[in-house]
């Protein structure tokens, strides 16, 4: 029968991969872990900087990316004492989380309720997709934004964008064009910041929509990015 042991006592291969595959999904298997993740999949993260973007403590964030080191989900370097950390494999692990987040959304009542009451509530306006984007960057009748820190936009950003971090917004509201449409972008599709950057600007008269994702998935779609400044 399936699962049972060879006539040497031995697990069989199948069931030594299943158990495998089970430890890959134990480690994604918490809601601090996959923040983890999405944070890692702006860029490379010291343990101080991901304790940061999560809002939890240093000790316990250094536990959560032990699991997913151990999960094959992250890989480590140091640099002296300090130690950072990112995804092993970007484009795998984001198509990953974009996957369970699709079945969710399918298939579970309750993110319909939250995503409507936290999230469309706050934006009724259609968010602008990855094709319209590229359409209208190419036109030049749009202006890009990243409101996501200073250091996870020089690690990655759709090419073209300007990096605005929110908490730099009200101050910088003379650089942005009041004549064309702005578009904002963070981490990922429920990241808050750019919900919260859209609000703001449409408080002061700009015409602004979303991003319908974020960076992560603007890169694992192989469209322009680049680094640095």
Not at 27 to 52: F, K, N, T, W, Y
Request: hydrophobic fraction near 40%; include cysteine; charged fraction near 30%.
């Amino acid at each position: 029968m399936a699962g049972q042991s060879d006539p040497g006592g031995e697990t069989p291969p199948k069931q030594r991969l299943l158990e495998c595959f089970a430890r890959v999904a134990k480690a994604m298997a918490s809601p601090q872990r996959l923040d983890i993740l999405e944070a890692l999949a702006q860029g490379e993260h010291s343990v101080e900087a991901l304790a940061q973007a999560i809002g939890a403590p240093k000790a316990n964030t250094s536990h959560h990316l032990q699991v997913l080191r151990e999960g094959g989900l992250v890989n480590v370097r140091r640099a002296g004492v300090q130690a950072f950390y990112r995804l092993s494999d970007e484009e795998e692990i984001v198509g990953v989380l974009n996957g369970l987040r699709r079945i969710a959304e399918e298939q579970l009542a309750e993110v319909n309720r939250i995503v409507r009451e936290a999230f469309e509530s706050r934006d009724p306006l259609t968010p602008v997709s990855h094709d319209e984007l590229m359409e209208r960057a190419r036109e030049g009748d749009v202006t890009v934004i990243d409101v996501r820190p200073d250091e996870e936009y020089r690690a990655g950003h759709i090419e073209g964008a300007v990096n605005v971090p929110l908490e730099e917004l009200d101050d910088r509201l003379a650089e942005l064009p009041r004549d064309r449409e702005v578009v904002a972008y963070c981490r990922g599709p429920y990241c808050m910041l750019a919900f919260e950057a859209v609000e703001r600007l449409r408080q002061q008269g700009y015409q602004v929509r979303r991003l319908e994702a974020g960076y992560p998935e603007w890169n694992a779609a192989h469209l322009p990015v680049a680094r640095g400044e």
